[in-house]
């Protein structure tokens, strides 16, 4: 039986999406959740051949511990507030398109969950967010053990340092641009020098360049590394053809903005 949250307060991050605890299922989109209380949320999910499962818990009053396991790949991951700090660890998997394109669909299966509450579950907005990001892993990526800090966080209409940068590292913790301001400046490598350029961005751009999370409507959350990773993508083709590693050092750069960001948009 779904039952109501007990008071948690865990900052803004948790004043974002979050999935309600009075939505149905979504039966005929392959989505099945077996629990959902203040404590859990379980479930599976079946996409043409692939089958995804999941749980996530509160495990203390502010630290998360999830599960997913898509096809042959698993995926553990926690998130610690107070201790600040989150990790994931993919086993060493290999993203597969079928992997890939079933997360995907998953994370738009549980949006109409619930999204926008500031009664924000953890355990429910750590899973949404955690499927996002893995299901934005370039095919062909190795998911190692990874530790996410919250990093420091800018507000910047522009892109310091222009657009001549070369073979430079380019994590840029998390740094917002404004959504509805176009072009902005993406740099990206893959198989050629750290490049940058005038891109359209933000969510009146192309599949809303920029945003974290698949295509429009994701998390809302607009940064610079989600932009990086969104246009390498495009460019490379590096998120869709099969064993094509182009665009996993962005997509790893861009770890915090999922897991630490908030919407600004």
């Known amino acids: ?35 959902q209380t203040a404590e859990e949320i379980a479930g599976s999910f079946v996409h043409g051949s692939s089958l995804v499962s999941f749980v996530s818990r509160r495990a203390g009053p502010d630290r998360v511990v999830l599960r997913v396991d898509a096809n042959a790949l698993t995926f553990d991951a926690s998130v610690d507030v107070s201790g600040k700090v989150a990790r994931m660890d993919g086993h060493n998997g290999i993203m597969l ?12 299966s549980l949006r109409p969950l619930g999204a926008g509450s500031v009664d ?11 499927i996002a990001y893995w299901a934005e892993a370039p095919v062909g990526t190795t998911l190692a ?6 990093p420091r966080v800018s507000f910047e209409s522009s892109r310091p340092g222009g657009v001549n940068a070369c073979q430079v590292a380019d994590d840029n913790g998390i740094r917002y641009f404004n959504c509805n301001r176009s072009p902005q400046v ?19 751009s192309n599949d809303c360049a920029g945003e974290c999370g698949p295509g429009c409507n994701g998390l809302n959350i607009y940064t610079w590394d989600c932009l990086d990773h969104d246009y390498c993508c495009r460019i490379h083709g ?14 790893w750069d861009a770890d915090d903005d999922f897991i630490w960001g908030w919407p600004n948009c």
């Not at 039952?3 to 989505?31: K, Y």
């Not at 490598?189 to 969510?203: E, I, M, Q, V």
């Open 186 to 204: 993406e740099c990206h490598d893959a198989g050629h020098c750290f490049t940058c350029a005038s891109r359209a961005a933000g969510r009146n």
């Open 97 to 108: 398109a079928e992997d890939r394109a079933a997360l995907a669909a998953l994370f738009e």
């Open 238 to 251: 590096g998120c869709w053809n099969p064993w094509d590693g182009e665009c996993g050092d962005e997509w």
């Open 145 to 150: 053990a990874r530790e996410v800090r919250p």
């Open 120 to 130: 924000a579950r953890a355990h429910e907005v750590f899973l949404y967010r955690w």
């Open 1 to 35: 039986m779904k039952t109501r949250r007990a008071s948690l307060w865990l900052g803004p991050v948790f004043a974002v999406l979050t999935l309600g605890a009075t939505a149905a299922p979504e039966r005929d989109r392959g989505l099945i959740i077996e629990t």
